[in-house]
């Protein structure tokens, strides 16, 4: 005979199991508005920058797209908005923005703060320096007495402080909030350094007049896991963590938005693991129904933006304007050395 302890827990069991779809009334919100706000950086080439139609294309981007592919069906409907680094995180706890893609460096401090929620991780960073090229320097440790060009608010302040402090190398900071000020000091002569995410510098370079004119130093000071930032709701939550599982899991498999329709023109021959990720009577099926999804979801992140390999290489790697190359850093995949290791979806 069951005890009352064993039917209340058949009884959850049961309720669990019947609960068609996760509740969460910022994703309820975004349904209903049928659009999604990001906040991305206003001007950072390869993450985030407008075309000459003032559209935003990068990197960081599309993961914004990502996420509207996913919720809504439609990459398209992704409301990207630029916006500084300092505001960015002020918004998403007063929940001007559903969720930002914007190179923010996940830390305990920031995880901590109960009007936000960091998801899931996209870009493995570390921050460095550049310097004019006519300065001559080949490494950081020859930094003595310069005046360095920092963001405000960011985590790039302590990680100066806490690299100089432990060589006794004396140093000046500028702590400029507005990047375009920053980098006009830091062009201008004002600074002899600017320090940030050592991608951020990259790009950075390439809003000079002349970008040989500058080099990035050697040293890596810090490690930055770049992380989608959302408002705190379960479905949300989940459904960006899992869609970017998708897009790492499609790199893992070789399926990108070229080959996609083939793919599913084929399904029922493909392996297992891409009939799991694609399926509508399969794990992803099963997971729209409890998330809330489109069941195509995961279909549609494929067609709309790519594999996460894809959304890498079109934006920031070696065939690039930017030519930074994934092989051999931690934004590989795990079976080629990186940290980029794809959740199954079963």
């Not at 659009?35 to 990068?58: K, T």
Request: hydrophobic share 45%; proline share 4%; glycine share 10%.
């Amino acid at each position: 005979m069951y005890s009352l302890r064993n039917l209340l827990v058949a009884g959850g069991l049961l309720a669990l199991a019947t609960t068609p779809a996760m509740a969460g009334g910022v994703m309820d919100g975004i349904r209903a508005n049928d659009s999604i706000v990001c906040l991305v950086n206003p001007n950072s080439p390869g993450f985030s920058v407008p075309d000459s139609q003032g559209v935003f294309r990068g990197f960081n981007t599309d993961f914004c797209r990502m996420a509207a592919a996913a919720i809504l069906g439609d990459a398209g409907k992704a409301d990207i908005r630029g916006i500084g680094f300092s505001d960015s995180m002020k918004t998403i706890v007063a929940k001007g923005a559903h969720m930002s893609s914007r190179s923010i460096t996940r830390t305990g401090t920031r995880d901590a703060n109960p009007g936000m929620r960091f998801v899931v991780t996209t870009f493995f960073d570390g921050q460095g320096f550049m310097v004019p090229r006519a300065l001559g320097v080949k490494s950081a440790k020859e930094l003595d007495g310069a005046t360095v060009c920092a963001e405000e608010g960011s985590t790039t302040l302590l990680n100066i402080a806490d690299w100089f402090s432990d060589r006794d190398i004396s140093y000046r900071v500028e702590n400029i909030a507005d990047k375009t000020a920053r980098l006009q000091a830091f062009f201008s002569g004002k600074c002899d350094v600017m320090a940030s995410d050592r991608t951020a510098l990259n790009s950075d370079r390439f809003l000079a007049s002349d970008p040989a004119a500058y080099v990035i130093l050697p040293e890596v000071i810090s490690n930055e896991p770049l992380t989608l930032l959302a408002q705190p709701d379960a479905a949300l939550e989940t459904a960006l963590y899992w869609a970017f599982q998708v897009m790492l899991n499609a790199d893992a498999l070789g399926v990108n938005s070229g080959n996609i329709d083939e793919v599913m023109a084929d399904l029922a021959n493909q392996p297992k693991a891409v009939q799991r990720l694609f399926g509508t009577d399969s794990a992803a099926g099963e997971m729209a129904t409890q998330i809330g999804l489109p069941a195509d979801w995961s279909y549609k992140i494929i067609k709309q933006v790519g594999n996460y390999g894809e959304v890498y290489e079109r934006n920031l790697g070696a065939e690039s304007a930017y030519g930074l190359e994934r092989a051999g850093t931690a934004n590989a995949l795990h079976v080629d050395g990186g940290l980029m290791y794809p959740q199954p979806i079963r």
